[in-house]
């Protein structure tokens, strides 16, 4: 069993909605990454987050760590958007990251 | 800072050659990581340095994997005998930790191996 669980595994939206991906883990972490990978590209960090909320142009992550959960939201999504999105966490006392499986956004014109 | 830099960014090769993938990471960044990503496994930590030292190398599947890091600009991932199993994408990554810097990751554009 995957200790970082996401979901949905595949999202299909129309270009302009708003988009939510989840991200839950089992135990305490220092930190927590989102990644973008899009088709046959390289991986690009967007954000990572050890508390809180982080905002860069679009994007919006969340963390609540009681809760053991992050969110991803693109507003105004765009095919631009299009994407695997990863989740990783970095659990306490180590920096061995664990991956999710991913999460496949298609944004229809 | 031109990012991390990988090479080559795709390799065809025959069963049982030797393959060396490298690597060079950002200027200054003291964590070097290297990945591999295959269709049914996802994405995997072969091996990280810290400073130039392996730290932990767990995740490396084999023998047949080697990993060095002989200067803080430069690394390399060898395989020899390299198998049709072996085929991936493999990721360099890097990144930086000092007192209060939580060391976000920076990702080269990988280097697809292919093993006929």
């Known amino acids: 069993k995957n200790e970082v669980e996401q979901s949905p595994q595949n999202l299909t939206a129309q270009e302009g909605e708003f988009i939510t991906i989840n991200c839950s883990y089992s135990?305490?972490?220092?930190?927590l990454h989102w990644l973008q990978q899009h088709p046959g590209g390289g991986i690009v960090s967007l954000f990572m987050?050890?508390?809180g909320k982080k905002k860069h142009g679009r994007l919006i992550a969340t963390i609540n760590i009681q809760e053991k959960h992050s969110s991803l939201h693109i507003t105004a999504s765009h095919p631009r958007d299009s994407a695997v999105y990863i989740c990783?966490?970095?659990?306490?006392?180590?920096?061995?990251?664990?991956f999710g499986t991913g999460t496949r956004l298609t944004i229809i014109p | 800072d031109a990012g991390v830099i990988q090479s080559p960014r795709h390799e065809v090769t025959e069963m049982g050659q030797e393959v060396t993938l490298r690597c060079k990471p950002i200027?200054?960044?003291?964590?070097l990581f290297w990945y591999r990503q295959t269709m049914m496994r996802g994405l995997e930590l072969l091996i990280y340095?810290?400073?130039?030292?392996?730290?932990?190398d767990s995740g490396m599947p084999e023998d047949r994997f080697s990993a060095k890091m002989p200067n803080a600009s430069f690394s390399t991932l060898k395989i020899q005998p390299s198998e049709p199993r072996d085929s991936a994408v493999y990721f360099c990554?890097?990144?930086?930790?000092?007192?209060?810097?939580?060391?976000?990751?920076?990702f080269g554009e990988g280097s697809r191996l292919t093993v006929l």
């Open positions: 990554a890097s990144s930086f930790r000092r007192r209060s810097n939580t060391g976000e990751l920076f």
């Open positions: 135990v305490g972490i220092s930190a």
């Open positions: 987050l050890s508390s």
């Open positions: 990783a966490v970095r659990y306490l006392g180590n920096e061995k990251l664990t």
């Open positions: 200027s200054g960044h003291d964590y």
């Open positions: 340095f810290n400073n130039n030292v392996p730290i932990d």
